[in-house]
């Protein structure tokens, strides 16, 4: 495989995304959360602007709340969630984002889980990482732990949301995600 740097196209200009960060976890604050920060860290780092960051429960309900408010809002094009993808009773997200859902990204969980057996072997099947599109909005759900997002930034989605990848990528594709639909006002 090659290296995914080798694939940027330097003749075209970086655009930043606007990306939302929560977290979903019953005992993580602000000041603990470690994984909602490494994903800022990576975002900003990489020239994307964080446009919110929060931290909800495990709640169905609270999750949608909060995922849809930001997929309403027409300045915010992604949206990233840690925690709540595990198997265990409290984790619903999965259960709660892809209610929002207007499509499905199949490939996203399947790279993610890909990309995690190189590092963690079998132990990957309990990760329900999961994507999708809903009102042009890209919403991505990564597991909770550290190291998951910092594999699913990394080896996915810094290469996805930046326009020059190649030979195609998630934030080319952001100003169609509504055609055929009504305009988002804002």
């Not at 609270?62 to 969630?81: H, Q, S």
């Not at 198997?87 to 929002?100: K, M, N, S, W």
């Not at 910092?150 to 326009?163: A, K, N, T, Y």
């Amino acid at each position: 495989m090659t290296n995914p740097a080798d694939r940027i196209d330097q003749s075209k200009p970086f655009k930043p995304v606007n990306i939302a960060i929560l977290t979903v976890s019953d005992t993580r604050t602000l000041e603990t959360d470690k994984s909602g920060d490494t994903l800022v860290e990576r975002l900003t780092a990489a020239g994307h602007k964080l446009a919110d960051r929060a931290i909800v429960t495990d709640d169905v309900e609270k999750i949608r709340a909060v995922v849809g408010k930001w997929i309403a809002d027409p300045a915010i094009e992604a949206v990233i969630t840690t925690g709540g993808t595990g198997v265990t009773g409290r984790d619903v997200t999965p259960e709660a984002l892809e209610g929002l859902f207007e499509k499905k990204i199949e490939g996203f969980g399947e790279t993610f889980r890909w990309v995690s057996f190189q590092k963690i072997g079998t132990s990957t099947m309990q990760s329900r990482a999961t994507a999708g599109v809903a009102n042009g909005t890209y919403i991505f759900a990564l597991p909770g732990s550290t190291g998951a997002c910092r594999d699913g930034w990394d080896e996915i989605l810094r290469w996805q949301l930046d326009i020059r990848f190649r030979p195609c990528n998630f934030a080319e594709l952001m100003p169609r995600l509504n055609e055929g639909k009504i305009p988002r006002s804002g």
